[in-house]
């Protein structure tokens, strides 16, 4: 069965350092997304894309965040200056449309540890 | 501004008791009501969506209804497991909206 994949399954990283989280959605799907989890917390939504351009993005998904689809099955999650706040558990979602009713599904995560 | 609450935040049960798990949801206007199943330390495995046209859905031993006015999901399991022990979490999707909005989870034990 197809399913989204992400590297690396953990990250540790020293704050002021920039982060590039990586993701491969399933292969015929054109939504993609980023959640994220702080420990303990709810998931938040982060961002989505279609046809290469952001689609939403919530109030999170500050100057310091930003998103790409280098080629054509990558999708990724740049930080550019981690802080300690931004460790969290990082997902990545995709849907095969938006229809209204398409389920996304959702990688593994990465857990990225800010210090 | 939606906000999503899922009710009991814990359950422990014994094996073979059927369940179920609440989910409300403050504003009507929603495209669609996912359930997941989340183990500890791992991703997000989706278990049924409903549409905002339908009232439940089905897969195995699952039966998710919605009531879209009254702003309400229920997650019902039959003869529970220990296989089932894991955090289950709702999202709902609003309407002209990309998102899904979780609530913050109901964790389930089952034990023998």
């Known amino acids: 069965e197809p399913e989204v994949t992400q590297t690396p399954s953990h990250q540790v990283t020293q704050m002021g350092q920039e982060v590039i989280l990586r993701c491969v959605p399933i292969?015929?799907?054109?939504?993609f997304y980023w959640y994220r989890q702080i420990l303990g917390q709810k998931v938040e939504f982060l961002v989505s894309?279609?046809?290469?351009?952001?689609?939403?993005k919530s109030e999170i998904f500050d100057d310091q965040f930003s998103v790409e689809r280098p080629d054509g099955s990558n999708f990724t999650l740049k930080i550019r200056s981690t802080k300690l706040e931004d460790s969290a558990m990082y997902f990545c979602?995709?849907?095969?449309?938006?229809?209204?009713?398409?389920?996304?599904?959702f990688g593994p995560g990465t857990r990225l540890l800010v210090l | 501004k939606q906000e999503v609450t899922q009710i009991p935040a814990a359950l422990s049960v014994p094996e073979g008791e059927n369940l179920v798990l609440n989910c409300s949801f403050t504003?009507?206007?929603?495209?669609?009501l996912q359930w997941f199943r989340q183990d500890p330390g791992k991703g997000l495995t989706s278990l049924l969506l409903?549409?905002?046209?339908?009232r439940e859905q089905t897969s195995g031993r699952l039966n998710a209804s919605l009531d879209k006015s009254s702003g309400r999901s229920t997650l019902y399991i039959a003869a529970s497991q220990p296989g089932d022990s894991a955090t289950y979490l709702c999202?709902?999707?609003?309407?002209?909206?990309?998102?899904?909005?979780f609530g913050t989870g109901t964790r389930l034990q089952v034990f023998p």
């Open positions: 979602a995709s849907s095969e449309t938006l229809a209204g009713q398409e389920t996304q599904y």
């Open positions: 292969s015929n799907h054109l939504y």
């Open positions: 894309f279609y046809n290469n351009e952001i689609s939403e």
């Open positions: 504003d009507s206007a929603i495209y669609n």
């Open positions: 409903i549409q905002s046209s339908q």
């Open positions: 999202a709902v999707r609003p309407g002209n909206t990309d998102k899904l909005i």
